[in-house]
């Protein structure tokens, strides 16, 4: 049996140890199941959150502020 092999989302780097391997998020897909986000045990902390989605919603609202009831 092999083990499955993550790549770390903070360094890019690829997680051999799967006792090294943190579990931080999970991504929904957009046309399919999503899959799960790993790290480094050691970078884990570090990974921040992906802003471009809070970005989208920060227009939005601004968008709607700006004209309300459109």
Excluded: F, Q
């Amino acid at each position: 049996m092999t083990a499955t092999l993550h790549v770390c989302r903070y360094c890019d780097g690829l997680i051999t140890d799967p006792g090294n391997a943190v579990r931080i998020a999970y991504e929904d897909g957009m046309s399919g199941p999503g899959r799960i986000v790993w790290a480094h045990r050691e970078h884990a902390h570090l990974v921040k959150p992906d802003p471009r989605p809070l970005a989208l919603l920060a227009r939005i609202r601004a968008r709607r502020a700006a004209h309300p009831g459109t």
